[in-house]
């Protein structure tokens, strides 16, 4: 009897620590940059990408307790996600995008009367600087853009699994088109004023 409840306890003392361990799938950001860029690129055409001066990151050292843990939970599983944006949802929305951008708003961006939001969409910033007999395309066309941006963060969160990461990927895209934004081109700042780049 003692034997059996000796085993019992060195089992529970054993499994306890694995039973507590929460696995917590933590947002990839730099995957979600990366992802984003390519994706703003392909939408946006022949726009020079900034210039990368950030080395990789070093790696991660661990303290032996996290090592422990680490035999449990892997943190590379976390540090090395990768983000899918290559589903056929995906490219039919971005295929779109990409003619819109060409065929209409990218003129209207050059004249300043389109602008990027901080929150990854796309406004008429001044309406006077469109020709009124285009006005209602130029209306229905950022009307059509900004449902594909929503449905485009929305489609990548569930692509990879994780809804819950849509407003993550918002924002990350958010910051992307503002970066990859042409000079000249306006956008919205974190007080939501316009700015020209």
Not at 38 to 55: E, H, I, N, R, S
Not at 58 to 64: L, S
Not at 139 to 144: F, I, W, Y
Request: net charge neutral.
């Amino acid at each position: 009897m003692i034997r059996s409840t000796a085993r019992w306890i060195f089992l529970a003392a054993l499994t306890l620590p694995a039973a507590c361990v929460t696995i917590n799938v933590y947002f990839p950001e730099a995957a979600a940059q990366k992802a984003a860029e390519q994706f703003v690129d392909k939408v946006l055409g022949d726009m020079p990408a900034p210039p990368k001066d950030t080395p990789p990151p070093a790696p991660t050292q661990h303290p032996p307790a996290a090592a422990l843990l680490d035999f449990f939970v892997p943190s590379a599983y976390a540090q090395n996600a990768d983000i899918t944006v290559q589903t056929p949802q995906i490219q039919a929305i971005q295929a779109r995008m990409s003619q819109r951008f060409a065929t209409t708003l990218k003129a209207h961006f050059d004249s300043g009367a389109l602008g990027f939001t901080r929150d990854g969409l796309v406004a008429v910033r001044d309406a006077a600087a469109i020709a009124l007999p285009e006005r209602a395309a130029v209306n229905a066309a950022v009307a059509d853009e900004n449902r594909d941006r929503e449905a485009v963060y929305r489609e990548i969160a569930l692509a990879n699994g994780h809804a819950e990461w849509a407003p993550q990927i918002r924002a990350t895209f958010a910051q992307q088109w503002i970066e990859r934004a042409k000079a000249g081109w306006y956008y919205q700042d974190s007080r939501n004023a316009w700015q020209r780049k």
